[in-house]
DNA sequence: CTGAAAGCGCTAACAG
DNA sequence: CTGTTAGCGCTTTCAG
């Protein structure tokens, strides 16, 4: 910012902070110049000398559909107030992923942003002095105020809707206990449902698959070659469901007449591929906002009125499920 | 970032940015110190000092669908790269909107990011020092590089996907043309695709109408109330596409027996509301994946390869659209 | 009412 | 090999 009005870098920064003490005259001809250089100040060089900088963090590995869906609906809690938002996506640059959203935090907080919101974190023993919220965390919720789907609920729900249609061997797909707490989640969902409905659990049924498209495929073609196959299948997993459907085609299997499929989404666009799957449907940009607006109210001073928000899920019915063959 | 290794901050930072001029040990005991407190430097006040940040700034005035969806290809584009991304989404909380674009630009850039990306930015004249590439620019292209779609040949596209089913009276509904650049070009894609096909245009089937919901209703209320109403409808906005479909069936008009509909997508979720629709859809990933590409270049001190890409649009034919009654 | 000077966390140049 | 020092653009005392 040259002095272009003829005075000291002090000046106008009392002029963009709306600090007393200066003649209305130079005020007026500092915002002149201003105005015409379409200038403000740096981001940079006021958050590192200024406690508040009114930026809200949020931090996520990547951008894909989920992150993507969640942006939407954090940028939607944000309009109408002060502050202002941050995307940052490392991508990983700098060492291995486990323990980025620490890292992140300490390459951001204190300088840049008030608070921040983790999204998908892989641990949560996040310290640092600003105020933060993780989104659907892999690891239990510890301290720090969490979002998440309910993904328990979702689980029974999908189970559920098979039930009710009359299916009663129903097929489970899911993923290796070890990447996130909810797929083991979802299938305990599945577990309760079949418990509740008197429907003893076949282990044969229950498959689990890595996240990798021939590896989700080779385990429907397995499941759909079992001597008593399921007449329904809760994939739950956006991968296992496109697997599900591709492989039964190609099996000539009709959906939903020989085999109904019920899907669960960790995205959205899942639709655009499959538009006829009937789904359980995670409330993303609702966590995003949520997780936001709780965020907003720590900054605030005041404490939050839940620290732990769990989402319910909703069934989307398309033309995938239907009653089983013979009813 | 406390002494805990009981060395200067220089060393510390000497170690972060391998610097030679570092015993072994001492290189170890920090690292380790840094990996037990996941420490990373704070990227403000490193890229305060710093020239360069390995940071790129994508800049957009809100998070909505058009830009989520463009983040996923910027994203995509970063990858692999050296770079991390930083979203800033402003919301317009200094003056109003025109210009906005210079204005974070000014409070981003020289600090905290090596380039930019402007999402559709209302003006042009951009030039502090960093290098800038702005995606759908509302007014023409000038000498900052762009990427937009081909609204020209999406506007034919619809139209002759039209013709080519046998109709001669299709309805076009736009927006006024203060708004974009691209409404406009919709229009004349119509228009032309109607003459090639030696058909007359009728004045009474082009309508405008503003970015709103009731406004939108009422037009298309308006054209398919004509006494020689169209047999197809280009809706060349996702508003109009989807008033469109709502307001025939309240009609009682069948889609496509009696109407057929072509939309316009500013925003793949449309699909998810009207999943019969015949669209043409913009690469709007792509545009994101490119912007980033070609930014990436600049930063190189490559001269990009183009520096105006306008992508083609893809017509994407469903149930709505059929040959008109009568044939 | 205005300007000069210090310091935010960091890195580069230089001295020890 | 290590520590000290200056300065990035800004805001905030504090003198003029």
Redesign the interface.
């Known amino acids: 910012m040259a002095e272009h009005a003829g005075v000291s870098v002090a000046t106008v920064s009392k002029v963009l902070n709306d600090r007393h003490g200066v003649s209305a005259a130079t005020v007026d001809r500092v915002r002149a110049v201003i105005?015409e250089?379409?200038?403000?100040?740096?981001?940079?060089?006021r958050?590192?000398r200024n406690q508040r900088t009114?930026v809200i963090g949020i931090l996520v590995w990547?951008?894909?559909?989920f992150s993507?869906?969640l942006?939407?609906g954090?940028?939607r809690a944000?309009?109408g107030t002060?502050?202002?938002?941050?995307?940052?996506?490392?991508?990983g640059?700098?060492?291995g992923r486990v323990?980025w959203e620490?890292?992140?935090l300490?390459?951001?907080s204190?300088?840049?942003i008030d608070g921040a919101v983790l999204v998908t974190p892989t641990v949560l023993d996040v310290d640092g002095g600003a105020p933060v919220v993780a989104v659907d965390p892999h690891s239990g919720r510890e301290t720090v105020p969490t979002v998440d789907a309910d993904n328990l609920q979702g689980g029974r729900l999908a189970t559920e809707h098979l039930i009710g249609l009359g299916h009663r061997r129903i097929g489970f797909l899911g993923r290796p206990p070890r990447d996130l707490e909810s797929g083991p989640l979802r299938e305990e969902g599945y577990r309760s449902a079949l418990a509740d409905a008197g429907i003893p659990a076949d282990p044969a049924l229950v498959r689990v698959a890595d996240y990798d498209e021939n590896d989700a495929r080779n385990t429907v073609r397995e499941l759909l070659s079992l001597p008593d196959r399921p007449t329904a299948v809760f994939a739950a997993n956006d991968m296992s469901a496109i697997a599900t459907m591709e492989v039964a085609a190609s099996m000539g299997l009709r959906v939903p007449e020989d085999l109904s499929v019920v899907g669960f989404d960790n995205v959205?666009?899942s639709?655009?591929s499959e538009?006829a799957l009937t789904t359980v449907e995670q409330p993303i940009q609702m966590m995003g906002r949520l997780a936001v607006e709780i965020l907003l109210e720590m900054l605030a001073g005041r404490e939050p009125a839940q620290r732990h928000v769990r989402l319910p899920t909703r069934l989307i019915p398309r033309a995938s499920s239907a009653p089983p063959p013979g009813r």
Not at 62 to 65: G, L, N, R, S, W
Not at 82 to 91: D, I, K, N
Request: net charge neutral.
């Open positions: 105005a250089l379409g200038y403000e100040s740096s981001l940079v060089a958050s590192l009114n990547d951008i894909e559909p993507a869906e942006l939407k954090a940028a944000i309009r002060a502050y202002e938002l941050v995307v940052y996506a490392g991508g640059k700098g060492s323990g620490r890292r992140y300490s390459r951001l204190g300088t840049l959205p666009e639709v655009m538009p």
